[in-house]
């Protein structure tokens, strides 16, 4: 009973800072972008397509190969969420789906053996999906940055906003498929009793901090205007 103890409370623990931890950031990215990674990529993605679509003609090569690597980087993800998702499946539906792995230290239960194996499928189902979102807003912006705007009857329904709007929604689906990705590994060191996943979800949140809050010299980055700066890739959010 004392180790069961543990993963009613460490477990949850765990889970309740990484999700606390994205609220705060869902919020910072709200009320202050520029003082996030995130918010500051997506004001530089905006900058970007606006710049190349000053002249589609000239810059329609270079914004779909920049884009392309979007594509295969979001490929790349949701081809390993999907294989390990299916790894997972098949541990579940074998022999090995209601014993316990390795040194485990808590509830060795066969019902929380398959709490466990399926949090990680599901963490890797939902990356997967997210990422097939992502790609489908990246391919639709790979072909909205590069139509000649002069050349349209009506060229005022196609703006540089909107392909932006396109380009951060393909962005922001890959980042919460990596995010998922990420929460899957506290989830799998579960597997191993609650102390190692809840010492991982410490370190991940400390890494995630680390990559979410962007500071130079001690001062958060700061937006510069489209006069100063005009990225020159579509490199997606963290």
């Not at 295969?72 to 539906?93: E, G, K, Q, Y």
């Not at 807003?137 to 790979?142: D, E, G, P």
Request: hydrophobic share 50%; glycine share 8%.
């Amino acid at each position: 009973m004392e180790k069961q103890i543990l993963d009613y409370s460490l477990v949850p623990a765990g889970l309740l800072l990484m999700v606390g931890y994205h609220i705060w950031l869902l919020f910072r990215i709200l009320k202050f972008p520029n003082k996030t990674v995130i918010g500051l990529n997506s004001l530089c993605r905006t900058y970007w397509v606006r710049a190349m679509m000053e002249d589609a003609s000239k810059n329609g090569v270079l914004a779909v190969q920049t884009l392309r690597n979007s594509i295969m980087a979001s490929t790349v993800l949701a081809s390993a969420s999907i294989m390990l998702s299916s790894a997972i499946a098949v541990l579940m539906s074998g022999r090995y789906g209601d014993r316990p792995f390795g040194v485990v230290f808590g509830d060795k239960t066969a019902l929380t053996i398959s709490i466990k194996s399926f949090a990680i499928l599901f963490c890797f189902l939902l990356s997967f999906l997210m990422n097939v979102q992502s790609i489908r807003y990246f391919s639709l912006a790979s072909i909205l940055i590069s139509v000649p705007i002069n050349k349209m009857p009506h060229p005022h329904n196609l703006t540089a906003e909107y392909v932006g709007s396109v380009l951060n929604s393909g962005s922001y689906f890959w980042s919460l498929g990596l995010r998922v990705f990420y929460f899957s590994f506290p989830l799998f060191l579960w597997i191993f009793g609650p102390i190692p996943m809840f010492l991982s979800s410490l370190v991940l949140l400390l890494m995630l901090y680390s990559v979410d809050v962007g500071f130079k010299s001690g001062r958060p980055f700061r937006a510069a205007g489209p006069e100063e700066v005009y990225p020159r890739n579509g490199d997606g959010g963290v």
